[in-house]
Nanobody, 115 residues
Framework: QVQLVESGGGLVQAGGSLRLSCAAS????????MAWYRQAPGKQREWVAQ???????TYADSVKGRFTISGDNAKNTVYLQMNSLKPEDTAVYYC?????????WGQGTQVTVSS
């Protein structure tokens, strides 16, 4: 069974940084389109960033220049480095894998940014 396990969330002050991790099992992340999404209370889940199998990355305008998505093939893990965090970044962050075998989601990790 495919598993995506997120970690690294927490409470941070505005302007601070966090690095989220998404460790995958039973899939090879470098062969999948990996993405991060987030969902704030009372809002719909929104796309944050994506890294494709070729390594190309794209970002939502709201995080461009502050967040960086990357992958470590040896660890089969995808990261989201989040800098200059703002209170509006507060949300549950989810990892998503999309490929030939299907679409998979992690359980999410909470990020809270205090002002």
């Amino acid at each position: 069974q495919v598993q995506l396990v997120e970690s690294g969330g927490g409470l941070v002050q505005a302007g601070g940084s966090l690095r989220l991790s998404c460790a995958a099992s039973r899939i090879i992340v470098s062969s999948y389109a990996m993405a991060w999404y987030r969902q704030a209370p009372g809002k719909q889940r929104e796309w944050v960033a994506q890294i494709l199998s070729g390594g190309s990355t794209t970002y939502a305008d709201s995080v461009k220049g502050r967040f960086t998505i990357s992958g470590d093939n040896a660890k089969n893990t995808v990261y989201l480095q989040m800098n200059s965090l703002k209170p509006e970044d507060t949300a549950v962050y989810y990892c998503r894998a999309m490929g030939r075998s299907g679409l998979y989601w992690g359980q999410g990790t909470q990020v809270t940014v205090s002002s």
